[in-house]
């Protein structure tokens, strides 16, 4: 036994240990210095873009002669057209006065072409109510004529097949009824179904278009996504929802959440209630499911029963399968509650020596909105400087042979310089966001430490928070740097191994994707670790202010000897932190929901996906959320957008 601990039993204590120690010293001085490197470099880089760069390429929709609508950028003044209108599946569009609304909701004898509109005798929409700017000096500039896109003009199948509307891969494109989001006019559900309804061929036949001509040019096999290539409807339609329901997702799905999440904690930090609550928590989830899987049921009788028939047949079916999958998770939860009775009375005895630290210091639950405060104000710098630096990239137009005509589609590319840059910004977003954590992490241990380690809690309150604030930022920001350098160090690995496998992707080679895959689920299991770890780490910082590597080594150890009491802690404590993200989930979804269908139910296409995103977010952590592509990774799409060039 070493001469500075003494033993109590089958105990080691500090010899001199009496609570959190007093006699502090900053901590990973260096880490510190790094950290402050990393963020003048990264202000240099911003300085840098703002300067080179314009915003407003990436801000605002760009026609397929590389011009920016709605603003003077380039050789044309497009001020008076802000509205791109979408002319083929390859973002090519032209800039126009207004997103069209015609009530007919579709003119199949009108075409939005890359030179104005092209009507026939049958057209009803008129140049007022599609202004199309003037594109005749435009370099790649194409003219339809009736050879070209109206061979029959008096049958919108032949256009629908020509050379110029080519299925959607052409240089022009029908009158369809239109909204905006982001200045980009997006056609309407309706509307394409009115223009299927009478140009669209019998897929059953074997009929060879000029888009299959089309199609093998401009795709030397693995440049264009399904997706790119036509299928990008369903997309539409969720990214239109999201941002018809942006304000219900925002009030709601953030909103209500954060008041339903602040009820929920103050009610639980009081012992009388706090059994009464959880098991109250637990009723409601499993009712409220089964409550929604009735009204799911109701509803779909009523979409039957509605005549004229206002829903399909499939989108009835679904909707009673949604009815019945309710029921099942209302079933499931009983039975997992039922199994989980003991853990979870186990949990409430954990909970109640939290709730009388929370008691003592109120103000510690104010604390994460701080912290989210100042990470949204290093995510709208840092958001500043990507934007302007995603911006410093060249136009170039590739033109792609389709029969007798030739395709402009617009690239953007990047120079290695930049692409290093976006890089680096990205590691700047990792390290700074985990830093941003670790502080937290260390203020929460040294508080609770401080009133867990105190003989006298009276000497307790928030104060105590408030100078656990000062003294963490004080003498512990170097350990926080420390350890959130590693996590974002793993992180840039895995954002690299993902990059790597969406080149696998695009090369389609199965032995790179399986390899890769390996890569990346390994440094997932080593990413969790050290998270763990480090959280570990700053609660040893908290008490005894040791620096972060004797920290990790002391709570490593300490983890080794403990480790079943601190996976039994972990598990049940968790117990409660899941009722209560199921009773949160579940309130706020309901809310959205009936809020979204009463208000602007009948805009939407389907209010399953803002209702997903609002359940994913409030559920589970950036890391664990089931949102993919833009949604979960919008945050590295100027790394992927900087490195797709390549």
Request: glycine letters at 8%; one cysteine or more.
């Amino acid at each position: 036994m070493s001469g500075d601990e003494i033993e109590q039993g089958d105990k080691l204590t500090p010899a001199d240990f009496d609570g959190v120690t007093s006699n502090r010293h900053c901590t990973d001085i260096i880490c510190t210095l790094l950290l402050w490197i990393m963020w003048l470099s990264m202000t240099g880089l911003g300085i840098y873009a703002y300067q080179n760069g314009d915003y407003r390429l990436i801000l605002y929709p760009l026609d397929y002669a590389g011009n920016v609508c709605g603003t003077d950028y380039g050789n044309v003044d497009m001020t008076e057209y802000p509205y791109l209108f979408y002319v083929n599946d390859f973002s090519g569009g032209v800039c126009v006065k207004e997103c069209p609304i015609i009530e007919e909701k579709a003119d199949p004898y009108t075409l939005v072409t890359y030179d104005g509109l092209y009507q026939t005798n049958n057209s009803f929409v008129t140049t007022d109510q599609i202004a199309v700017a003037d594109y005749s000096k435009a370099n790649n500039s194409l003219t339809c004529t009736q050879e070209l896109c109206y061979p029959d003009p008096s049958d919108p199948q032949s256009a629908y097949n020509s050379y110029g509307v080519n299925k959607g891969q052409g240089f022009a494109w029908f009158a369809l009824d239109s909204y905006e989001v982001l200045w980009r006019c997006v056609v309407r559900d309706e509307a394409k179904e009115a223009l299927y309804a009478v140009a669209k061929t019998n897929e059953t036949e074997d009929t060879t278009s000029a888009a299959d001509v089309f199609a093998d040019a401009i795709i030397p096999e693995n440049q264009v996504t399904e997706a790119f290539k036509g299928g990008s409807t369903f997309f539409v339609n969720l990214y239109g929802d999201l941002w018809l329901a942006r304000y219900y997702i925002l009030g709601i799905g953030f909103g209500a959440s954060l008041i339903l999440g602040f009820i929920y904690c103050f009610l639980l930090r009081i012992p009388g209630v706090l059994a009464l609550m959880v098991w109250a928590s637990i009723f409601m989830s499993i009712a409220i499911f089964c409550v929604a899987g009735w009204y799911a049921g109701e509803t779909t009788k009523e979409w039957a029963e509605a005549d004229p028939p206002t829903f399909t047949e499939d989108e009835i079916k679904y909707a009673t399968y949604g009815s019945y999958v309710l029921y099942g998770i209302g079933g499931l939860l009983a039975l997992l509650f039922l199994f989980m009775r003991k853990r979870i009375q186990l949990a409430i005895g954990c909970v109640k020596e939290t709730s009388k630290a929370i008691i003592t210091m109120p103000i510690i639950i104010l604390f994460p909105v701080f912290q989210a405060l100042g990470f949204m104000c290093f995510m709208i710098v840092w958001t500043v400087y990507a934007v302007n630096l995603a911006s410093m990239g060249e136009f170039s137009t590739v033109s792609v042979t389709a029969g007798p005509i030739s395709i402009s589609v617009r690239t953007f590319e990047f120079s290695d310089f930049v692409k290093q840059c976006g890089w680096y910004l990205l590691f700047c977003f990792f390290w700074s966001g985990q830093f941003i954590l670790a502080m937290g992490e260390i203020v929460f241990a040294m508080s609770v430490s401080k009133w867990y380690f105190c003989r006298d809690k009276d000497e307790i309150g928030n104060r105590t928070v408030i100078s656990s604030v000062f003294t963490s930022m004080w003498y512990h920001s170097g350990t926080a740097a420390f350890g959130s350098l590693l996590i974002a160090i793993i992180k840039m690995i895995r954002s690299f191994i993902a990059y790597m496998q969406k080149k696998a992707e695009e090369m389609d080679s199965s032995i790179a994707k399986a390899i890769l895959c390996c890569f990346q689920c390994c440094f997932w299991c080593m990413e969790k670790c050290m998270k763990f770890l480090n959280k570990n780490a700053y609660i040893q910082t908290a008490i005894f202010g040791t620096a972060f590597c004797t920290s990790a080594k002391e709570a490593f150890f300490l983890i080794l000897r403990n480790a079943m009491r601190i996976a039994s802690i972990t598990y049940v404590s968790g117990g409660v932190m899941f009722v209560g993200k199921v009773f949160i989930t579940s309130m706020t979804t309901g809310l959205a929901y009936i809020a979204m269908v009463q208000e602007i139910g009948d805009e939407m296409y389907s209010t399953i996906g803002p209702l997903c995103f609002v359940a994913d977010e409030e559920m589970f952590d950036d890391d664990q959320m089931y949102a993919q592509g833009a949604l979960k990774t919008w945050v590295i799409s100027i790394v992927l957008m900087l490195n797709t060039s390549e």
